[in-house]
């Protein structure tokens, strides 16, 4: 079956740009989570998504990230006015529910590069 | 606070031998933890996990061991095998609260 995929693979922009992220789910999933990994660093949490529920937005790093769902489908993450700190794999995983510790199933992520 | 710990960013083992990956946490409320593997160019993807009731799991050739009152688990993986070699995370989870990826260890099985 399709496993969690990511769009674009690569993006490259420049500083000040604003660029958006794709995650498609596994299909029933209705936990979903978006991490970035910088160079060198662990999975750093940004947002995760449950049904309709409100997302927890804790692990944003500032007010120019954003991300959206629409029900328990498609997720875009928005980051505006980049800046080269930015750059980073953006990884989504998906899970069939987050309160017992679900599995999560990782998409390939997008490597974003900021110049 | 970094709540997991991976203090090895780096471990090579011959092939046939044992891998020990080690992973610690602070954090006494985990109910679960999660080891992942990750190849260059890939998402993480799960390889055994462990509840915090439990202090050994096993799964073929991959063993988690918890050791709760060290706050310290551990991956063997025996034998080694040279696809072994992948970036190997440790990952701890509360109910109601969200997934702690540690830092990672880069495995490297030798031929």
């Given at each position: ?20 992220l ?17 160079l ?75 110049l | ?43 993480p ?67």
């Amino acid at each position: 079956g399709a496993g969690v995929s990511q769009s674009p693979s690569n993006k490259v922009t420049e500083k000040g740009k604003d660029v958006e992220l794709r995650c498609d789910p596994i299909s029933g999933h209705t936990a979903l989570y978006w991490y970035r990994q910088s160079l060198g660093q662990g999975l750093e949490f940004l947002i995760y998504f449950q049904g309709n529920s409100a997302p927890d937005k804790s692990g944003l790093p500032s007010d120019r990230f954003s991300a959206e769902r629409t029900g328990e489908s498609v997720s875009t993450l928005t980051i505006q006015r980049t800046q080269q700190e930015d750059s980073a794999v953006y990884l989504c995983a998906s899970s069939l529910m987050k309160s017992s510790g679900e599995t999560q199933y990782f998409g390939p992520g997008t490597r974003l590069l900021v110049l | 606070d970094q709540q997991v710990k991976q203090n090895s960013p780096s471990l090579s083992v011959q092939e046939g031998r044992i891998s020990i990956l080690n992973c610690d946490y602070t954090n006494s409320m985990f109910d679960y933890f999660l080891w992942y593997k990750k190849y260059p160019a890939e998402g993480p993807t799960f390889l055994i996990s462990i509840s915090s009731i439990k202090d050994k799991n096993e799964d073929g050739r991959f063993t988690v061991f918890l050791n709760k009152s060290a706050k310290h688990l551990s991956l063997h993986i025996v034998p080694s095998q040279p696809g072994d070699s992948a970036v190997y995370f440790c990952a701890g989870f509360a109910v109601g609260q969200n997934f702690v990826f540690g830092p990672g260890t880069r495995l490297s099985v030798l031929p």
